[in-house]
């Protein structure tokens, strides 16, 4: 998070009054009494913030303190004895991929995820710079350890896990005061902000201030996968209270004791912590929604998108990695997104989000947007989404989905009578797919399409496997949370993940750097495509539609370096003058995950030429005075 470093100033003069000793006091002096013994002890409290840390500003006992600084036994016996912090560590010198190497072992070594979660949460707060580099080197080892699923068990157990602040807790009793807590962030320099309301956590429903856990991954994931600078980075969790009684009930609960607030007095909070945002860190600030009620979600994007630059991930992240898995899939089925029939498990935030932009990616291939939502049919805990339905519920952008057909009841019911050829499962259902539905999508299409992208995985549709044993193989498919290799009639799959950390950090990367003011949908549809010509024909034979995960920085950068490009074709960018090479510019912004030197840097200065200087004589000033002193000793 951020880091307090004491500074306890000592003066030499007792204290002699009250009123001096208050004096020394408000500035951070210890006052010594008039026998010599100390009186009052007042630390002053100061903050390491930002990249650029001023030598002077820092000792050196905060090198080992402050996770910034701290390289552990990496400091060489030159900056320890300079530092003074020589005999404070062994004498081992251990370099920083020697002690990654050690890390990774570390990590291996334990069985349960969630303690793994933990060891690198504590690396986190202890070295910043290895904790980095360890998850930017290892990203399909341990994303699923910072991300999705292990996330969601530490959501789960957060009031069991937490150990110190990090990110900011607005509550609803801080109503008229959300400025004065963003202020509290010790950070002047924030340029991007995830926040959530703890509302949906993944598909695990309502967990509150404990949700806490996704902003704090997330942004840890803008680091290590695009290189985005931690400082400029901010988890927040809004606390408005939980109707999951359990929590209410759990004595390690952390937040707020009592039911959600919502209507107006909700609606007003959001609002007045939009506007504390901006007013604290100005208008181009990147404010990521995560996890926020299927009802509040859209309602936030339309409301807000065109008046600050936001994005929701659930609905438009998602969106845009279904779709990189669809145009990669082009190359296997030989057809576009606009040949396809679409079947939607699920009408939530992340199911409406994939299909609204499979509709924009299907006007850019011609067809109006009439003929495209024709194309896309959805079933969610009601049945299908029909405009008869007895249930009704066909809110907000679910009624452009909504059909003039009977209600049905039977997902098994709908395949059989519009038999689509893609089957997306967004719904937090586990085991949906069916055995006896996958069958029938193999039985009219020669290629199906399935995505079950619900997680953690144990809330997804289908299983790899199932996927194909039950579709003779034939089946391209693909998740929201990891699945091993799996063996079917002698082949091996490896079965590509549609994760949104393909999509969220690059193009959080090129908005902040360009300083977009509005993301539109275009720049999903960028991103989406970048996914895609990143699959190479090798990752589609082994089963994956996706580039592997080791390469995501990678894909991050040639995601930003394009929506860079498109800012300024389009001159929406905000940054001037446009960089030339718009990569090198891009690169020159990254977080630098390697050790730097602790000691300023030093160097010499030219020998000055020999001039022979005039002797030192008394200026006129002076001489005056002198005289004037002798004629008033005369007079007197």
């Not at 579709?471 to 009639?489: A, D, K, M, Q």
Request: with cysteine.
């Amino acid at each position: 998070m951020f880091s307090s470093i004491s500074r306890t100033l000592i003066s030499s003069k007792p204290c002699r009054s009250s009123a001096l000793a208050k004096v020394y006091k408000r500035r951070g002096i210890l006052c010594l009494g008039q026998d010599g013994t100390s009186q009052q002890i007042n630390k002053r409290e100061m903050h390491i913030t930002g990249d650029i840390i001023a030598p002077s500003h820092i000792m050196g006992i905060d090198h080992l303190r402050d996770p910034r600084l701290n390289k552990g036994l990496a400091f060489t016996l030159e900056e320890r004895q300079a530092l003074g912090i020589h005999g404070l560590q062994p004498p081992r010198y251990k370099s920083q991929e020697e002690q990654l190497e050690l890390c990774r072992i570390s990590v291996l070594r334990y069985q349960e995820d969630l303690n793994k979660y933990l060891y690198l949460t504590e690396l986190h707060d202890r070295n910043e710079k290895l904790f980095f580099r360890l998850l930017s080197e290892n990203v399909e080892l341990l994303m699923p350890i910072v991300y999705t699923p292990t996330v969601g068990l530490a959501c789960q157990k957060f009031g069991l896990i937490y150990r110190r602040p990090r990110g900011l807790f607005i509550t609803i009793n801080d109503r008229g005061h959300c400025y004065d807590v963003i202020k509290n962030w010790p950070e002047s320099d924030v340029r991007a902000i995830v926040v959530t309301d703890g509302e949906r956590i993944l598909g695990l429903g309502d967990l509150g201030a404990c949700g806490m856990g996704i902003p704090v991954g997330k942004l840890a994931l803008y680091t290590a996968l695009a290189g985005i600078k931690p400082h400029l980075c901010l988890p927040i969790t809004l606390d408005v209270g939980t109707n999951n009684q359990n929590l209410l009930e759990d004595p390690l609960y952390v937040g707020l004791r009592q039911k959600r607030v919502t209507g107006a007095e909700y609606d007003d909070f959001i609002d007045e912590f939009m506007e504390a945002v901006i007013k604290r860190y100005g208008q181009n600030t990147l404010i990521q929604f995560e996890d926020f009620g299927n009802h509040n979600a859209f309602r936030f994007l339309d409301k807000y998108r065109q008046r600050y630059c936001t994005f929701n991930d659930d609905i438009q992240g998602t969106a845009s990695v279904a779709v990189a898995g669809l145009l990669a899939s082009k190359r296997i089925t030989g057809k576009k997104i606009a040949d396809h029939k679409f079947l939607f498990l699920g009408a939530g935030e992340a199911a409406i989000g994939i299909a609204d932009l499979c509709v924009k990616a299907m006007q850019q291939e011609g067809l109006s947007v009439k003929e495209a939502r024709d194309s896309i049919w959805m079933f969610d805990i009601d049945g299908l989404l029909a405009k008869g339905r007895p249930e009704g519920r066909l809110e907000g952008h679910k009624a452009f989905y909504a059909k003039e057909h009977a209600p049905v009841k039977s997902l098994l019911e709908v395949v059989q009578e519009i038999k689509p050829s893609v089957m997306i499962g967004a719904s937090a259902a586990g085991g949906a797919f069916t055995p006896e539905i996958l069958k029938a999508m193999a039985s009219f299409n020669e290629r199906p399409v399935i995505f079950a992208l619900s997680n953690p995985t144990d809330r997804a549709e289908c299983t790899a496997e199932a996927a194909y044993v039950n579709t003779e193989g034939r089946c391209i498919f693909s998740s929201g949370s990891p699945f091993g290799e799996i063996t079917y009639n002698g082949k091996v799959y490896k079965p590509g993940q549609g994760n949104n950390a393909y999509i969220f950090p690059g193009v959080a990367l090129g908005v902040i750097l360009t300083g977009i003011h509005h993301i539109s949908e275009e720049i999903f549809l960028i991103a989406a495509q970048c996914i895609a010509d990143s699959v190479t024909e090798e990752n589609l034979e082994k089963g994956s539609l996706y580039p592997p995960l080791g390469t995501i920085r990678e894909c991050s950068l040639t995601i930003a370096s394009k929506v860079c490009q498109y800012a300024y074709d389009k001159g929406i960018a905000s940054v001037y003058p446009e960089p030339v090479d718009k990569r090198a510019y891009i690169e020159g912004q990254l977080y630098n995950f390697n050790y730097e030197p602790s000691l300023p840097n030093s160097w010499s200065w030219p020998k000055p030429p020999e001039i022979k200087t005039r002797p030192l004589e008394p200026e006129e000033s002076e001489i005056y005075g002198n005289v004037l002193k002798q004629k008033n000793k005369k007079v007197g």
